[in-house]
């Protein structure tokens, strides 16, 4: 064996250390929003998202309203996703949905004083337009790369090349968050495969 490929659970990490295995670290675990999203506005705004979608959960009465509101919003009748943390993508999908769903969910918020607070503002909105624009364009190579049933080694230098040059380089219309965001997963990506062992 030359080399294995996990996650980062401390079980396996441990195993490969205890065996003297050399380990790569799974290339989509590596590049997953936590890394990324480690900013006050982003906790912030997750946070409101999540209370958002817990108050339709527990609501037989929004959800109600959440579909009929689709139909006639001629929404897409999706259900609302919530952050999971064992689940890779799990904060960017649930940031996707809100804003593909914002109309509804605003108007349904706003009709209940309980749940005012959690509409989105302008400032939630600029921050989940950021995240998407940073780690959008990032998920098809991440959940490629992170396959259990094929061999996916050989794809990570093509891709890791596309992210640096293309995906993850500054573009004129990043907001400052996304051009942080980009700027924190190309230099954490640097960092894991700069090891020549890795290489």
Not at 38 to 61: E, G, Q
Not at 110 to 122: E, I, N, Q, S
Request: net charge positive; glycine share 4%.
């Amino acid at each position: 064996m030359t080399c294995m490929t996990t996650d980062s659970g401390a079980n396996m990490v441990k195993a490969l250390d205890l065996n003297a295995w050399t380990r790569l670290q799974c290339f989509g675990h590596m590049s997953e929003t936590k890394k990324s999203a480690k900013d006050p506005r982003v906790d912030r705004t997750v946070s409101i998202l999540k209370k958002m979608v817990s108050a339709f959960s527990f609501s037989w009465k929004k959800k109600r309203e959440l579909a009929r509101l689709q139909t006639e919003m001629r929404l897409p009748p999706h259900k609302l996703i919530t952050d999971s943390p064992t689940r890779w993508g799990s904060k960017l999908a649930m940031i996707e949905r809100a804003l593909e769903q914002e109309k509804a969910i605003s108007e349904i918020l706003k009709a209940d004083k309980k749940t005012r607070c959690l509409v989105p503002g302008y400032m939630e909105k600029d921050v989940m337009e950021s995240v998407v624009k940073a780690l959008g364009p990032l998920r098809d190579f991440t959940d490629t790369l992170s396959g259990e049933d094929y061999v996916s080694v050989s794809y990570v230098k093509p891709v890791f090349h596309l992210f640096k040059e293309h995906l993850l380089k500054a573009d004129d219309d990043d907001t400052d968050l996304s051009g942080e965001m980009k700027m924190t997963i190309l230099n954490y990506l640097t960092d894991k495969y700069k090891d020549p062992k890795t290489d």
